[in-house]
């Protein structure tokens, strides 16, 4: 469904007669519709914004463009839940269309002042030469929800050495003061992030480039987002333009993290390790963090990324958002553990416990399209060893160990209906099993899966478009004998 820029440009009450409900039947008919992940009711998902504990809830919204599967007219969508389980569609958050946002609301982030909900994002418009203009706005969330955008930016220009890539404001609160980081292209084209300073989130200082050692590190970093755990600051971004380097940086555009001592506004320079990729599957972009009324920091992302075809994007829908997870430092890496509160969505539970011995075991009772599926595996000598699962008379996707290479690997090569060729179908992660053993825990959902290793150590996020029919479960181990310990709860939404 490619659409010309005016159809792309266009609001949704611009949306011709009858054109809406026709895409929301669309979809609604669509087989790989999800169970359990947030997905648009029609159109298109991006980057999740604005993720937030407010008034005993919490507000998530995303970037959407309602009338088709293109990256045409943003909104924030609004979502909320008062357990990260379930989520209740709440209708547009901001609707573009103003001075400053006449094409797009583009990404931003929430933070709580005086008991009201502020929404920086990023207004975008158009000069007849279609150059784009960003400027960082505002809306104003009410507790009961009401949504009201400032008439002026809060951030009027782009700082001098800077092109109009700029974008993404993350806001927090440290010492009394508000703080915020832009993803910004430098002049010369690469990519950075630029900190700001309120006393009160309107009026923002410029502090400056917020230095680090990666100075040509890609052409742009997208969605930037800063925190700090366990007295470790933590700069998140979504770097684009990185070649290829061996496993890493295999999809079109990257998303991870630095971690170093707490950022400082007296030098503003980030005293940083290596830039370590948050996720090692397909499908994860554009990651956004909260922080929970418990001190939990909370992280959802995109599962989906820029500039790709989707298979629902001929059933008008594309894209739905990663499974909440919680965060942790271990060993100066982050972990991600799928949200505690994720325990509500199990239904009826299956245990099966087999050893299987250089072979393949197709698991009956396993068997399922929505499902958790933690797997406690004991490798005794295999070469090779891993899971198959949405498997059917074609189609499979495996997660398997390769003790030769020493590494995790995600094959989505005969996974269902194609996409993204160009980028590959196997994702590898270096892993060291630690006395034969390995814990996979994977979220499986119509369309998806989320496979958190080692209880976080490491992730795979990809999206799957197998049939409805391909529902197998197989262990399989090559060379020698693996045990495997399986617990399954069916997926009760
Ligand atoms: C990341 C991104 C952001 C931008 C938004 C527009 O996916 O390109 O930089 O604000 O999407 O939808």
């Not at 609604?28 to 980057?47: C, F, M, T």
Request: glycine share 10%; proline share 5%.
């Amino acid at each position: 469904m490619k659409m010309s820029r005016a159809q792309l440009y266009r609001r949704i009450d611009q949306a011709e007669d009858g054109e809406w409900e026709a895409l929301i039947q669309l979809a609604e008919q669509s087989p790989w519709r999800q169970k359990y992940h947030i997905q648009p009711v029609a159109g298109l998902l991006n980057d999740p914004n604005g993720f937030a504990f407010f008034e005993g809830e919490y507000h998530l919204f995303y970037q959407w463009f309602p009338l088709g599967t293109g990256h045409g007219m943003k909104y924030w969508y609004h979502t909320s839940s008062a357990d990260l389980v379930h989520w209740k569609n709440r209708g547009i958050g901001i609707a573009p269309g103003g001075p400053f946002d006449s094409h797009g609301a583009f990404s931003g982030s929430a933070i709580e002042k005086d008991g009201k909900l502020y929404l920086m994002y990023t207004g975008n418009t158009r000069s007849p030469d279609w150059i784009r203009h960003p400027f960082q706005c505002m809306a104003v969330m009410e507790p009961d929800g009401i949504i009201t955008k400032l008439e002026q930016p809060v951030i009027l220009k782009v700082p001098r050495g800077y092109t109009d890539h700029f974008r993404d404001p993350k806001v927090w609160k440290a010492d009394g003061s508000y703080y915020c980081v832009i993803g910004a292209q430098r002049l010369d084209n690469t990519g950075s992030v630029v900190l700001y300073r309120s006393p009160d989130l309107m009026q923002w200082h410029y502090a400056g480039e917020l230095g680090t050692d990666l100075n040509s590190f890609g052409f742009m970093w997208e969605c930037p987002d800063y925190f700090e755990l366990d007295g470790t600051g933590i700069l998140l971004f979504s770097p684009q333009g990185l070649p290829p380097q061996g496993d890493r940086f295999r999809n079109i555009y990257q998303a991870g993290y630095l971690t170093g001592r707490p950022l400082s506004l007296m030098d503003r320079k980030f005293h940083h390790g290596e830039f370590r990729e948050l996720d090692n599957g397909f499908d994860f972009y554009a990651p956004q963090t909260t922080q929970a009324p418990d001190g939990r920091r909370l992280l959802t992302a995109w599962m989906g990324l820029p500039e790709i075809d989707y298979p629902t994007d001929d059933h008008g829908w594309a894209h739905c958002l990663t499974l909440p997870r919680e965060l942790s430092l271990e060993n100066g890496k982050l972990m991600q553990r799928p949200v505690r509160e994720l325990v509500k969505l199990r239904g009826r539970k299956t245990e099966v416990r087999t050893v299987v011995n250089d072979e393949s075991l197709s698991i009956a009772e396993l068997a399922g399209t929505a499902y958790e599926l933690l797997v406690e595996i004991r490798d005794d000598g295999a070469s090779r060893f891993g899971i198959e699962f949405r498997a059917g008379c074609h189609e499979r996707t495996v997660i398997h160990y390769d003790h030769a290479e020493g590494k995790l690997v995600l094959d989505r090569s005969l996974s269902g209906q194609s996409f993204a060729l160009d980028y590959g179908t196997e994702r590898r992660c270096p892993l060291q099993l630690r006395d034969g053993a390995l814990t996979l825990h994977l979220f499986v959902d119509i369309s998806s899966v989320e496979v958190f290793v080692n209880d976080g150590e490491a992730t795979f996020t990809a999206r799957i478009f197998p049939e409805r029919e391909s529902t197998g479960v197989t262990f399989f181990a090559e060379g020698g004998r693996v045990a495997f310990d399986a617990i399954k709860w069916d997926t009760q939404y």
